[in-house]
């Protein structure tokens, strides 16, 4: 089975990441989305509840699995039999810290990096951006999931709008 992992913080999913997910979905028989659960950075969202926007948004595609990780990328994907991660690549500032993490990856256990280039459409986003943007009060419908605007219309009050 060919398998691949996008790891990633999600906090929360994008339409950025999720254009990445559907796309490794349709080149592997199985991806595993694997959430980083990281002690010392508490998210807006708990890594419970992006897992459970994560399977909900990623339903309809059928194989993707969803995951959380602690430590090293490079053990979960040994455990989990993954020899591929997949990342995408916004622009060239994501570019100095991906391909350093990638070699470092692949000098570790030989784990080997694909990166997608970012739908355009999406070049800009990141879920910092969205956060701070819907903390604001501004509109994100367009950027994140339905069910994303909800939750982050509870977190902040009304003013996200939650129309799209
Ligand atoms: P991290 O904290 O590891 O950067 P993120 O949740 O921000 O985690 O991102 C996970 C993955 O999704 C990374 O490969 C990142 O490059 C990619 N990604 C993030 N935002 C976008 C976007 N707007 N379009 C495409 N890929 C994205």
Redesign the pocket.
Known sequence: MRRCV??????PV?Y??L??VERASGLYDEVVVAV?FNVSKKGLFDVDERMEILRDVTEHLGNVRIQSFEGLLVDFASQNDIPVVI????AVT?FDY?LSMAQMNHRLTGLETFFVA??PE??Y???SLVKEVASHGGDVSGLVPKVVLERLRERFGSESSAGA
């Not at 996008?6 to 906090?11: A, E, L, N, Y």
């Not at 990342?87 to 916004?90: D, I, S, T, V, Y």
Request: negative net charge.
């Open positions: 996008c790891p990633g913080s999600f906090d994008t950025g990441h254009d990445v980083l990342r995408g690549l916004r994501d991906e970012t739908n999406y070049s986003l990141s879920s």
